[in-house]
């Protein structure tokens, strides 16, 4: 298993920008697809982005596209989301996820979750 912990969260004005980080200690950092979620309050939680074991592939929920950008580096073991443009709607906590497979946007099927960070965009 793998355990995760973010980091990066903070309050900023809309326009602008932070990145997040995901730091990853136990089993293989590379031998898991790595995903990004958020959580505003009273909402369901929601798929933001998602990349390939050695970060090839990327994929984007609509909502972030074009702002958002997902990376890796399997040698420090960490998953980074630069966010730019925020608006105040990408308020929520931000969740770093694994799973076994790439392409899935569902929760269910992330098997290990960081405890999250918050962000919080005013206007």
């Known amino acids: 298993q793998v355990q995760l912990v973010e980091s990066g969260g903070g309050l900023v004005q809309a326009g602008g920008s932070l990145r997040l980080s995901c730091a990853a200690s136990?089993?293989?950092?590379?031998?898991?697809?790595m995903g990004w979620f958020r959580q505003a309050p009273g909402k369901e939680r929601e798929f933001v982005a998602t990349?390939?074991?050695?970060?090839?592939?990327?994929y984007y929920a609509d909502s972030v596209k074009g702002r958002f950008t997902v990376t890796r580096d399997n040698a420090k073991n960490t998953l980074y989301l630069q966010m730019n443009s925020l608006k105040p709607e990408d308020t929520a906590v931000y969740y770093c996820?694994?799973?076994?497979?790439?392409?899935?946007?569902?929760?269910?099927?992330?098997?290990?979750w960081g405890q999250g960070t918050q962000v919080t965009v005013s206007s």
């Open positions: 990349i390939s074991w050695k970060g090839s592939r990327t």
């Open positions: 136990g089993r293989t950092f590379s031998t898991y697809v």
């Open positions: 996820a694994a799973a076994d497979r790439f392409l899935i946007t569902t929760t269910l099927e992330y098997d290990y």
